[in-house]
């Protein structure tokens, strides 16, 4: 598989999962979706991870994002590890996790970087949309643990982009003041963001966040 790319469609697969056989795009639906492996089970950065992700289960629900998990474990040992993960976080899992012991959908998504590792998969994660396209990729090296508070701050991005002709600026948060893309002539954005906007320089137009 060639290297996926930012709006390429997400490659589809059938996999076993802690919750039962998945195929992931019906399974995905119409939602957003967060496809998220980690290197090995049983290894302290990715326990902390999975009860964050678990516990985070609130939010990823208010923004219609499922999540669902992998690495080259088995099932068996994806469910042993699911009491580590609550005794040492307090979280129980609550998204699947794919056992791919076959390497057949780390290999689809490039997730075993060889010059990382040859046998296990790297911390990438792949936002994608309701359109089954790639939002977003992510690629982290197995000695450091994701944020994900960033991945939720993305995805609030990603999905105010998608309805409106914004874009957010650096370490915008939801609810802060975003940008009026280049694009939109000043006679649309009277149109379009009735508020008005601060014109910074005449390509720089802040204006509210449009839907709050
Ligand atoms: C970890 O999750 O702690 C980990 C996994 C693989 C290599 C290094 C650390």
């Given at each position: 598989m060639a290297?996926?790319?930012?709006g390429d469609d997400a490659p589809d697969f059938t996999a076993e999962t802690t919750e039962g056989t998945v195929n992931f795009h019906e399974w995905k639906g119409d939602s957003w979706a967060v496809l998220f492996s980690h290197p090995k089970d049983f290894t302290p950065v990715c326990t902390t991870e999975l009860g964050r992700v678990a516990a985070l289960k609130d939010e990823w629900d208010k923004r219609n994002v499922k999540v669902i998990g992998i690495s080259v474990d088995t099932s068996e040992s994806h469910e042993g590890w699911a009491q580590d993960i609550k005794d040492v976080t307090g979280a129980t899992l609550n998204f699947p996790l794919i056992s791919d012991?076959?390497?057949k959908v780390a290999d689809l998504y490039d997730m075993?970087?060889?010059?990382?590792s040859d046998t296990t998969t790297v911390r990438s994660v792949f936002v994608i949309g309701p359109d089954n396209k790639l939002k977003l990729s992510l690629t982290y090296p197995a000695s450091t643990g994701r944020n994900f508070d960033e991945i939720l701050r993305v995805i609030d991005s990603l999905q105010l982009t998608a309805n409106y002709?914004?874009?957010?600026?650096?370490?915008?948060?939801?609810?802060?003041d975003v940008i009026i893309v280049p694009a939109v002539s000043d006679e649309e954005a009277k149109e379009k963001f009735p508020k008005g906007w601060d014109a910074k320089k005449?390509?720089?137009r802040v204006t509210p966040q449009p839907n709050k």
């Open positions: 290297t996926l790319r930012l012991s076959e390497k075993i970087q060889p010059n990382a002709k914004v874009a957010t600026p650096v370490d915008w948060k939801d609810g802060e005449p390509y720089l």
